[in-house]
């Protein structure tokens, strides 16, 4: 069994007056990843702070039934569902703190062994979706 | 003379047994950013070069100005003081910090040119990038 999948970001921008688009600002790429692993954290959260602990201790199966055990993430994708921005960091070695509000995603690039992870206490209540990508390195 | 604009981002991941896909991981969102109230919809674009081991600010929206032009030529101000999101590429590897208020709340990181994408609605931050290598980079601030 094999694993691949796919990151695309894709942001644009442009000026325009009328029917006319002026000035166009335009920042993407997508990224294929041909193997590899991953594990997906999902869940509801209210106000208080949720602890992941270690990443690498993820209860996460892939399609075989087993375990994922991940030892050093690269790439972090992280949604809220919430209407208020809610924040993932990693609090072992402060390697990153990014936002998602609205189940809009924020994604960083991010090589670390076993990080431990935390979303911060906030405003109301929501749905959280983390994607933890392992290896590759396009 | 009026912006518009989407930032669109799609993960899907798939375990495979041959030709068939048993487990499917997807995230995705897209958002095509809006006007609030009286604010309108602000973009500014910031590119550059920078060496290994430096900290540069690129933009303090404190200062309500960025040296970034619109089509017209004005320079853009966040008349409303604030950023809804970034997306943030450099072609080395980088982090970029947004600071409000003394404090550090958004830390994402790029390399070879990934983009990195933060969703935060900040007051007033002030975005610095931390090199380890050389390398160009692209930062595009939307907001209000």
């Not at chain 1, 039934?65 to 050093?72: E, F, N, P, R, Y």
């Not at chain 2, 430096?54 to 100005?65: A, G, L, P, R």
């Not at chain 2, 830390?107 to 040119?113: A, D, L, P, V």
């Amino acid at each position: 069994m094999t694993l691949d999948g796919r990151v695309n970001v894709d942001v644009l921008f442009h000026d325009k007056n009328g029917t006319s688009s002026i000035k166009v600002v335009s920042l993407n790429n997508s990224v294929e990843y041909p193997d590899g692993k991953v594990a997906v954290i999902t869940g509801t959260a209210g106000t208080a702070a949720v602890n992941f602990g270690y990443v690498g201790q993820t209860t996460y199966r892939n399609a075989a039934g087993q375990a994922v055990l991940i030892d050093s993430v690269e790439r972090v994708i992280f949604t809220w569902s919430g209407d208020f921005p809610r924040a993932l960091d990693e609090y072992g070695d402060t390697q990153f703190y990014m936002q998602s509000v609205s189940g809009m995603p924020a994604v960083t690039y991010f090589p670390v062994f076993m990080p431990e992870l935390r979303m911060s206490a906030g405003v109301g209540t929501g749905t959280y979706k983390i994607i933890l990508c392992e290896k590759f390195s396009p | 003379m009026s912006i518009e604009g989407r930032i669109s981002i799609d993960v899907l991941f798939q375990d495979r047994d041959g030709t068939e896909s048993l487990k499917t991981v997807a995230l995705s969102g897209s958002e095509e950013p809006t006007a609030a109230g009286i604010y309108p919809l602000v973009i500014a674009h910031f590119t550059g070069s920078l060496g290994a081991g430096v900290t540069s600010t690129i933009f303090d929206s404190n200062n309500q100005t960025a040296t970034y032009r619109n089509a017209a030529g004005n320079l853009v101000r966040f008349s409303g003081g604030y950023v809804d999101g970034v997306a943030f590429s450099y072609s080395g590897r980088a982090t970029l910090v947004g600071n409000v208020e003394g404090n550090d709340e958004i830390q994402i990181t790029s390399r070879g040119n990934l983009v990195a994408v933060d969703q935060s609605r900040s007051f007033l931050p002030v975005f610095r990038i931390e090199t380890q290598d050389a390398g160009t980079y692209q930062l595009v601030v939307w907001g209000h």
